[in-house]
């Protein structure tokens, strides 16, 4: 309990919940929609605006939020256009975004000292204006769903139906994107680009499978989410690992166990049914 004392654990805690109650509600609609791909791709992408970052001694945070809604609009676009299929548009702003990193970090002068941090995640280096980032992204992420649920609900599970219905789909889809945009690039320096995807799935997951209406989804998916990120910051400084690491293997065995959980209830649900059937 002593570590609870210092202040860039405090941070570090303060930090995991803000992000894991955002990613939790924006990886529920990420999931929702069949997303994942696309935002895999724009993750690569923002990728692209750190060497940019870098090399030119910008914000890297700021460019890679540049290049991720960039890339996010640059998908919507050509797949709405029909010139390009959206699978392919997303290969091609992956590896866009990839090359374009690579090149610049390489011809930056110097060693990036930062960069693993972006790569792999440092929950440690997590400051007051990382906080104070992450809090207004979540008011204004919860803010947006409180006043659009029913339009983002609506265009998540069945768009064409929504477009018949009155709804602005793609004002809604443009803002859900630009949400999932900004809640990558905020929570690259948390758990690093190569393991961010495990935030934002995982918990939504195994949120489904105790509930089938989003909003029940969503609350699980936070619940599950904090409880993952807490056990896995405490797993990781206990043992001395990465702490990343140790969020998404916590969040990995909860799916694990309660996808178990699910199975052994419902074998035996089937053997009730069964012995009321013979009886």
Same mark, same amino acid.
């Given at each position: 309990m002593e570590i609870l004392s210092y202040?860039?654990?405090?941070?570090?805690l303060a930090g995991l919940l803000l992000v894991s109650?955002?990613?939790?509600?924006?990886?529920?609609?990420?999931?929702?929609?069949?997303?994942?791909?696309?935002?895999?791709?724009?993750?690569?992408?923002?990728?692209?605006?750190?060497?940019l970052g870098f090399y030119a001694g910008l914000n890297p945070v700021v460019a890679a939020g540049a290049f991720a809604v960039a890339a996010a609009m640059g998908v919507e676009w050509l797949t709405r256009s029909g010139h390009v299929r959206e699978d392919s548009a997303i290969g091609v702003v992956w590896a866009l975004g990839m090359?374009?990193?690579?090149?610049?970090?390489?011809?930056?002068?110097?060693?990036?000292?930062?960069l693993t941090s972006f790569l792999f995640g440092n929950v440690l280096t997590i400051d007051t204006p990382d906080l104070i980032a992450f +809090?207004? %992204?979540? @008011?204004?992420?919860?803010?947006?769903? !409180?006043?659009?649920?029913r339009p983002i609900v609506a265009c998540a599970f069945d768009s064409d139906f929504a477009r018949t219905q009155g709804v602005p789909v793609a004002a809604v889809n443009l803002l859900m994107t630009v949400l999932v945009s900004v809640c990558v690039v905020l929570t690259i320096r948390l758990i690093g680009i190569m393991l961010l995807m495990s935030l934002l799935?995982?918990?939504?997951?195994t949120a489904e499978l105790w509930a089938r209406r989003l909003l029940p989804i969503m609350g699980w998916a936070v619940v599950v989410s904090v409880?993952?990120?807490?056990?896995?910051l405490a797993v990781g400084c206990w043992v001395g690992a990465p702490v990343s690491a140790t969020i998404v293997v916590v969040?990995? +065995?909860? %799916?694990? @166990?309660?996808?178990?959980?699910?199975? !052994?209830?419902?074998?035996?649900?089937?053997?009730?049914?069964?012995?009321?059937?013979?009886s």
């Open positions: 202040t860039f654990f405090q941070h570090a109650i955002a990613s939790a509600i924006i990886g529920t609609y990420v999931v929702s929609r069949r997303m994942v791909f696309i935002t895999g791709g724009i993750t690569h992408a923002s990728f692209g605006g750190l060497g090359a374009l990193g690579t090149i610049f970090i390489f011809v930056t002068p110097g060693y990036v000292p930062e +809090a207004l %992204y979540l @008011v204004v992420l919860v803010a947006c769903m !409180a006043l659009f649920f799935t995982l918990p939504p997951i409880a993952g990120a807490v056990l896995g969040l990995i +065995a909860t %799916y694990a @166990v309660a996808r178990c959980l699910k199975w !052994a209830g419902n074998k035996m649900h089937r053997r009730d049914v069964n012995k009321m059937i013979s």
